[in-house]
């Protein structure tokens, strides 16, 4: 038994689909995992027709490889897993090694098989495969039924050049692209519970995601700026986050708060922050904005106030909440594994210096003309030579 050799195997539809750039995908995938998965015994990882095979160490125990596939299933571009054994080419060697993966994902009442094989130089076909394991997984399994539709496991055997890959135990995967074939972006990430949920998303389209914060430091404490680091942490367990740009705002909500009018406050605030994102963008080569917004949620968050903070920059603003509702978005913070310290206690910047009634309905000549006494590119060009950056990935 010590020789077996468990294998994960990594299905990715969505990149199956890519033609011509597919192969740039795999390898951007087997990348990420590799940089990722550095706690688990790992040998290799391998591309076969539409898959990826991650070697494990022999003498690996099964808890460690279930726990290794669950881990790889929240990697963005990780359609499915499933966790086997590698073995030889030969059909009593399959059968066995087919027992004996799916005796690992039990309980359940039915199954099937269903085999590939890559070449033709395998003398069985894979309807034949299907029927003679399926045979031997029968005897072994009395209790159980053969069930071609919706099965509760699914006994995969690929055949492939030099060996055969069997598995049984399988997962659903997060879906999407891998992180880095899709470009860069800069998101404006709050300690909130909004933004983490939408840079998220963004990095499940495979963007490669860099992050600003805005604290009201030194007007208020420096707390959020610790519980975003907090945040990234959770978001780098998985790949998802680079750099985290930290600003001390608050000097500069202080300026603006005592040279314009008090209703516009939040929106000039905004419009800031957006130019100091689109600073960053500009610096990393990044292609876009993203925000947490969505619809109508708070006061800032109209379409009028939308199109004047969107007017500061000339980059696309993509804002993947925006028909969200809050208890969705709740919902996907708790899954993300970020809600509960997007739930602690911290000043947010936004409501520094709050005025009594906010604009709802920016107008945005009205803006412009009260911004023009600010010297806002001095100060872009301070805030960036003064910007702490918070290195990530971490590992
Ligand atoms: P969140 O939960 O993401 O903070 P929110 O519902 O509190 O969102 P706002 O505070 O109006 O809404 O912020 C809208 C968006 O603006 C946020 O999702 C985030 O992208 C950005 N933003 C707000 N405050 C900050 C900040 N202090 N630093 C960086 N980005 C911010
Ligand atoms: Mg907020």
Known sequence: MEDLQRVILVHYHEIGLKGHNRSKFEKRLVRNLE?????YPLVTIHRISGRLIVFLKEGCEKDVAFECARFISRVPGVARVSCGFKCER???????????????????????????????????????????IGAVLCEANPDASVK??????????????????????????IGGLPVGVSGKVVCLLSSGIDSPVALWRMARRGARCFAVHFSGSPETSDTSEYLVQDIADVLDEY????DVYIVSFGEYQKEIALSCPPELRVILYRRLMFKVA??????IGAGALVTGESLGQVASQTLANIQCTDAA??????RPLIGTGKQEIIYEAQELGTFKISTEDAPDCCTLFMPRNPETHGKLSVVEEAESVLDEDEWIERILSEVRIVKYPKR
């Open 313 to 318: 920059v000339s980059l696309p603003v993509f």
């Open 35 to 39: 940089a990722l998965l550095t706690d």
């Open 90 to 132: 030969d059909m009593d060697a399959m059968g066995g090694i087919a027992k004996l993966a799916l005796a690992e994902a039990a309980p359940f009442e039915s199954f099937k098989v269903s085999a590939r094989r890559a070449h033709t130089d395998f003398p069985i076909d894979s309807m034949q495969m299907n029927r003679d």
């Open 239 to 242: 790949g998802c986050i680079s």
């Open 148 to 173: 071609m539709k919706n099965p509760d496991v699914t006994v995969g055997v690929e055949v492939v050049q030099n060996a055969v890959y069997i598995y049984a135990f399988s997962i659903p995967g």
């Open 278 to 283: 689109a600073a960053i963008a500009a610096r």
